[in-house]
C-alpha cells in the first residue's frame, strides 16, 4: 500500500508561485500516475495536473495549463506541483492522488482512476 503525504500549502499572495509536494512511502511510484486535484470551500474536488511516472504523458486543467509544472524526483519518491501567477480563485485544500498504472491523458483527469490519496494541504492565494 502506498501513502501519499503532502506538503508546501500555505499563505500566498496573488501574482507569486505555490510549490506542492507529495511523498509516497510503502513502496516507490514506479509505472504509478500521480495526479493532484483540489477542492475549494463549497466546490466539488477537481482535477489540476498528472503525469505517468516514468512516462511521459501529462494532462493539465485549462485552469492552471501553462502557469503551472508538474514533476517526479524518482530518487525520492516525491511528486511537485508548482502553480505560478497565482489567482484568488485558486484557493483550496490539494491532494495528491496515485493509480496503480499508468493512464491515458484522458484517464489522467478522472478522480476514479485514482485508488491511493493523501490527507490534502491548503494553500491560500490572497488579492
Known amino acids: 500500500q502506498v501513502q501519499l503525504v503532502e506538503s508546501g500549502g500555505g499563505l500566498v499572495q496573488a501574482g507569486y508561485s505555490l510549490k506542492l509536494s507529495c511523498v509516497a512511502s510503502?513502496?516507490?511510484?514506479?509505472?504509478?500516475?500521480v495526479g493532484w486535484f483540489r477542492q475549494a470551500p463549497g466546490k466539488e474536488r477537481e482535477f489540476v495536473a498528472a503525469?505517468?511516472?516514468?512516462?511521459?504523458?501529462?494532462n493539465f486543467a485549462d485552469s492552471v495549463k501553462g502557469r503551472s509544472t508538474i514533476s517526479i524526483d524518482s530518487t525520492k519518491d516525491t511528486a511537485v506541483l508548482q502553480i505560478y501567477s497565482l489567482k484568488p480563485d485558486d484557493t483550496a485544500v490539494y491532494f495528491c492522488?496515485?493509480?496503480?498504472?499508468?493512464?491515458?491523458?484522458?484517464?489522467?483527469?478522472?478522480?476514479?482512476?485514482?485508488?491511493?490519496w493523501g490527507q490534502g494541504t491548503q494553500g491560500t492565494v490572497s488579492s
Open positions: 510503502g513502496r516507490t511510484f514506479d509505472n504509478f500516475a
Open positions: 503525469q505517468n511516472w516514468g512516462e511521459n504523458t501529462l
Open positions: 492522488a496515485a493509480a496503480r498504472a499508468w493512464l491515458t491523458a484522458s484517464g489522467l483527469a478522472r478522480s476514479s482512476m485514482y485508488t491511493e
